[in-house]
């Protein structure tokens, strides 16, 4: 008789102790999110796949495509075209492919870059159905995000000739000197 009356005692207090717990939790702030519904800011050191870097300032990329990236590349994921426009003295970034099914995020493309211009996305909730929907064209990602952002591109101006070469370029008889 003692016994179960020791025992009932028992499991009351037991009961209320969980009570009191389950009390305080669900009085307290609520720390999950209702994801979809609601999401949490990422952290900025969250590595997502590479993404290239918007320029606020001309709502354009920074690549100069020296290519030190795609060379580095441990997993052959990326796959740069570039090409040198008729008159211009450099190369210009056409098409930048990154196969993300195979990048480890080891980070070496974006610690050679010499011009700071990949970052790591924050996208954390990528899902496809298809290991292509992992191919990620990124000059064509900048575009979209730089609208995105409301930033307006501004366009570069065309280059310049040098003064020589204007001058000896100049029609005959084109001297206005006294
Ligand atoms: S993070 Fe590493 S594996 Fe991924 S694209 Fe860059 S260099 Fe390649
Ligand atoms: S290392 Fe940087 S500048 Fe060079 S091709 Fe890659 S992204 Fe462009």
Redesign the pocket.
């Given at each position: 008789m003692i016994a179960t009356i020791k025992e009932i005692i028992g499991g009351a207090k037991s009961l209320l102790v969980g009570m009191s717990i389950t009390a305080k939790y669900g009085m307290s702030k609520t720390v999950t999110a209702h994801y979809p519904f609601e999401t949490l800011d990422i952290t900025p050191n969250f590595r997502g796949h590479i993404d290239?870097v918007v320029n606020t300032k001309t709502g354009k990329h920074k690549?100069?495509?020296?290519?030190?990236?795609?060379r580095t590349c441990p997993s052959g994921c990326i796959e740069?075209k570039a090409e040198k426009p008729e008159g211009a003295k450099k190369k210009q970034?056409v098409e930048y492919h990154l196969d993300f099914t195979k990048c480890s995020l080891c980070g070496n493309?974006v610690e050679?870059?010499?011009?700071k211009?990949?970052e790591y996305s924050n996208e954390y909730n990528l899902v496809g159905t298809s290991r292509h929907d992992f191919h990620f064209e990124l000059v064509e990602r900048v575009v979209k995000r730089a609208d995105a952002m409301g930033i307006v591109v501004v366009e570069e101006k065309a280059e310049e000739p040098k003064p020589e070469k204007a001058a000896a370029e100049a029609p005959v008889g084109d001297d206005n000197s006294e």
């Open positions: 290239l690549c100069i495509s020296c290519m030190m990236c795609q740069i970034l493309c050679v870059c010499p011009t211009a990949l």
